[in-house]
């Protein structure tokens, strides 16, 4: 597991950025964390990192949004999913494998991720901006993302 720590949005807008740089273009990547921890933001950057110019914003109410860049990325936003059958109505398992599949609220689909998707928890701490990242399935790429 990779280890770190984000000191303001724009530091992990680029930690998503090089993660973008070390991708192949048919990962799922799980993100975890509270409201307002960052997801979004880190899917901004991992998005710029791949040449998509469009603005990111959490696709709450649209469930995905879909950006097209060096790779297709499907953004998710699980946050009102509530089982399978929902997850189901937003063609979740069509998206995957076809592109880069990003997904906040990642607690609410918890078994259906892939059991070798890497998977990010984001924490937030006592200080406002601050962040603590662990990244799972990417430690080949340390020197990169660290
Ligand atoms: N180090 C940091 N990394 C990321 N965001 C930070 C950081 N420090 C402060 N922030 C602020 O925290 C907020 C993160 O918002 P963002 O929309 O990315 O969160 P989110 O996890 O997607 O939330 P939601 O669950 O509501 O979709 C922004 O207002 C951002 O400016
Ligand atoms: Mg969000």
Redesign the pocket.
């Known amino acids: 597991m990779l280890r770190f720590v ?8 680029e930690l998503g950025s090089r993660i973008a740089g070390v991708l192949k273009g048919k990962e799922m990547i799980a ?1 975890f ?12 950057g991992l998005c710029e990192g791949l040449g998509i110019v469009e603005g990111v ?2 696709p ?1 109410f649209a469930i995905v949004n879909a950006y097209s860049g060096r790779y297709p990325v499907y953004h998710f ?1 699980m ?1 009102r999913i509530k089982d399978v059958d929902d997850l189901f109505a937003t063609g979740f398992y069509d998206y995957i494998g076809t592109g880069i599949t990003i997904i ?2 990642s607690e609410n689909i918890g078994s259906e991720l892939e059991p070798d998707c890497v998977r990010i928890r ?1 924490t937030k701490t006592d ?5 603590i990242f662990e990244i799972e399935g990417l430690d080949a790429y340390a020197d990169i993302i660290c």
Do not use: H
């Not at 964390?33 to 901004?44: H, I, M, N, P, V």
């Not at 200080?127 to 962040?131: L, P």
């Open positions: 984000s000191k303001s949005a724009k530091s992990t807008e993100m964390g509270d409201l307002g921890a960052g997801k979004t933001a880190f899917t901004r914003s959490s709450t936003d946050y906040e609220w984001i200080d406002e901006n601050e962040r």
